[in-house]
């Protein structure tokens, strides 16, 4: 299984663009913001698309009694989830090595796929109830208390994914380039035990 152990090599290692590439982008753009605001998510903290974006959003959110943008420090997740994605990577690699010497089955590329699935959907899970809290736990001091047609009071819940219009803001969220190469990555892994199991078969026959 030497070209499938290769692929599975090539696909785990594409996760590591998430050490360089940002996970999930979310834009603010309204009408006093021709350049429109944005945060750049990444697994070890979150970064202004511009240099004081994070510095303007924060600004904003204290009018409506949102917290600030939260630092490195103040979730557990930016410490977690690089070691969960290193050793993710560390596990798909030797298993593709592992395929390449013929130590192990193919199935353990579907094996390393179901699992990775199963972490990325832990992961926006995570990250929904993060948006939720930070839309949601308002500050009952605000400066701005504004209510809906039924008299409850505004949530600020960013869109998990897509567009939604909050206020006079357009908020876009959207998957990042690290998000992209998750994808590939785990793609290539599914084309890799199917590669794997053609070779099988075919040394069997």
């Keep these: 299984m030497k070209k499938a152990g290769i692929i599975m090599i090539i696909g785990s290692l594409l996760l590591l663009g ?7 982008n979310i834009m603010l753009g309204a009408p006093q913001y021709p350049d429109p605001l944005g945060m750049d998510i990444y697994i070890e903290g979150i970064q202004g698309v511009e240099e004081f974006d994070i510095q303007n959003i924060d600004g904003l959110n204290h009018y409506i009694g949102m917290k600030t943008i939260p630092k490195v420090e103040d979730m557990w997740e930016f410490s977690v989830f690089p ?11 030797l298993i593709g090595i592992l395929g390449f010497l013929g130590k192990v089955s193919y199935k353990w590329f579907l094996g390393w796929f179901v699992l990775m699935s199963v972490l990325g959907i832990l992961g926006m899970y995570d990250f929904n109830l993060w948006l939720i809290d930070y839309g949601t736990d308002l500050d009952p001091k605000a ?19 897509g567009y939604q219009k909050m206020l006079n803001f357009d908020v876009d969220s959207w998957p990042g ?23 099988y078969k075919k040394s069997k026959a």
């Design 143 to 161: 400066i701005m208390k504004l209510e809906n047609l039924d008299g409850t009071p505004m949530t600020y819940k960013p869109p998990l994914l």
């Design 177 to 199: 380039t690290g998000a992209y190469m998750i994808f590939v990555g785990m793609i290539l892994t599914v084309v890799a035990f199917f590669v794997g199991k053609k070779e």
């Design 18 to 24: 998430l050490f360089k590439f940002p996970l999930w």
């Design 83 to 93: 070691k969960v994605i290193g050793a993710m990577v560390a596990l798909g690699v």
